[in-house]
């Protein structure tokens, strides 16, 4: 990771998020995608009073050589139930998709469009959905499917005439209140969220998926953990008035 600079020009700066909202729905691909992302902005949302719910298209049950699937599957839910706690956020949905093979089409965009339906939320949440990371590192099939079925579906949700299944078989009335789609993980991001008061919390969160860090790293976990927010957030603070920040690339509706 590169040293931020000291300043930053004012066409840099990024604006703070949207603040007049009440609910959200963040919408990811597997368990560990949101404490990796934003959970220090969610643990500063959850504070503040507004709701927010976890929509994960897979269990992770993929993401471990170790386990087999039947095992690491359940695990993995546990641990992003006990995650998501940590920030405030109680309900934690799963849709079922297979881990690594998740694909970007109709299926996706309507149980995703099902979900912002039964929630109402004004705000979206998803992660990166672009082929890469910043040009840097080659970013993989599942967030790049969920994070553009998500962009759709925020319109989808909105129309009665596509998959008026949900209407009929469902009860589930078109929702047309989004207001924004919030991209977090981009590698050009318009807007920030402050993460002072929420980035312990964030490392604790992301402390609750022990088994996949395990597996993932040789080094300490907790200071795996403290080191990774830390420097993330860091990074962003010469374009925010040198706070510690989560950044995102937001799409107004």
Not at 104 to 120: K, V
Not at 168 to 175: A, D, I, M, N, S
Request: proline share 6%.
């Amino acid at each position: 990771m590169t040293e931020p600079q000291s300043s930053a020009a004012p066409a840099d700066q990024l604006t703070p998020m949207p603040e007049d909202w009440r609910r959200a729905l963040a919408v990811v691909a597997h368990p560990d995608d949101l404490e990796y992302g934003c959970s220090a902005a969610i643990a500063g949302w959850t504070d503040g009073g507004r709701e927010v719910t976890y929509l994960l298209a897979t269990r992770g049950e993929a993401g471990i050589d170790t386990l087999d699937p039947a095992t690491c599957g359940p695990l993995r839910e546990r641990e992003q139930r006990a995650s998501a706690a940590v920030v405030g956020v109680d309900a934690v949905e799963f849709l079922d998709h297979k881990d690594g093979v998740v694909e970007y089409g109709t299926a996706l965009r309507r149980d995703i469009a099902a979900a912002i339906r039964r929630h109402r939320p004004e705000l979206v949440i998803t992660l990166n959905h672009r082929d890469t990371w910043g040009g840097v590192a080659w970013n993989t099939p599942d967030h790049v499917a969920v994070g553009r079925a998500t962009l759709d579906a925020a319109a989808d949700a909105g129309n009665r005439w596509i998959f008026p299944e949900l209407i009929e078989e469902q009860g589930l009335e078109p929702w047309d209140g989004v207001r924004w789609v919030a991209v977090a993980g981009s590698s050009t991001p318009t807007h920030a969220a402050d993460a002072t008061a929420g980035l312990d919390r964030a490392v604790a969160s992301l402390l609750e998926h022990r088994t996949y860090i395990e597996a993932l790293t040789d080094e300490d976990p907790e200071k795996y953990c403290h080191r990774f927010l830390t420097g993330n957030t860091q990074a962003l603070a010469p374009r925010f008035g040198g706070k510690p920040a989560v950044g995102f690339e937001v799409f107004s509706r």
